[in-house]
């Protein structure tokens, strides 16, 4: 992964790795092939708040219900209930 390339959920993820308990800063960055450095940046960068989640907005899909859908489906709702 090259640093420039690397969205935010992956740096979040890389840091939050390299402070696990037990973790290696070393060994987290080698296995993610980035530098101590890069590493060192984004932890520094989370710690003051500049990398931070996205939060999650929920999207809105335009529906349209034709009427005869909307017709046949209360007569099956209808059926249903008797």
């Known amino acids: 992964m090259s640093p420039e390339s690397a969205r935010d959920e992956d740096k979040l993820r890389i840091v939050a790795e390299a402070e696990a308990p037990g973790a290696v800063f070393a060994l987290v960055a080698r296995r993610h092939a980035i530098s101590r450095g890069q590493l060192w940046k984004w932890r520094g ?3 003051r708040g500049e990398l931070v989640p996205v939060p999650m907005v929920p999207e809105f899909i335009p529906v349209r219900v034709m009427a ?6 209360r007569g099956r709702q209808a ?3 008797r």
């Open 45 to 47: 960068q989370v710690r």
């Open 68 to 73: 005869s859908a909307a017709l046949s489906m």
């Open 79 to 81: 059926s249903q209930l």
